[in-house]
């Protein structure tokens, strides 16, 4: 299996900054897709921002000019640079990829799987 861990949550004064990293490791054939969701409190998850594996990127409104995506495609890892935070930025970070998972494997032949998978979450929390 493939999984995601997150790291980098925290607490931060309005106006400061935070760094989010999202590592993958498992049976991985390929990392498509990367990119970070959030959650904040009794708001549905949205996309905050994604980075392809060319490294083509794409962010929501909110976010746009003041966070930055960008991954390491040599340590299968994406990472978030959240810059001028806002109280309203305050929620669960969610990680997540679109991999090509190896199930199966020996001298002659690869089976593998297309999966989206999800990282934990870790809390930001933008408070005076």
């Known amino acids: 299996q493939v999984q995601l861990v997150e790291s980098g949550g925290g607490l931060v004064q309005p106006g400061g900054s935070l760094n989010l990293s999202c590592a993958a490791s498992g049976s991985i054939l390929n990392v498509h897709a990367m990119g970070w969701y959030r959650q904040r409190p009794g708001k549905q998850r949205e996309l905050v921002a994604s980075?392809?594996?060319?490294?083509?990127?794409e962010y929501a409104d909110p976010v746009k000019g003041r966070f930055s995506i960008s991954r390491d495609n040599a340590e299968n890892t994406v990472y978030l640079r959240m810059n001028s935070l806002k109280f309203e930025d305050t929620a669960v970070y969610y990680c997540?990829?679109?991999?090509?998972?190896?199930?199966?494997?020996?001298?002659?032949?690869?089976?593998?799987?297309?999966?989206?998978?999800w990282g934990q979450g870790t809390l930001v929390t933008v408070s005076s």
């Open positions: 997540t990829a679109d991999v090509s998972e190896i199930v199966a494997s020996d001298s002659d032949s690869l089976e593998y799987r297309d999966a989206e998978v």
């Open positions: 980075v392809a594996a060319r490294g083509m990127t």
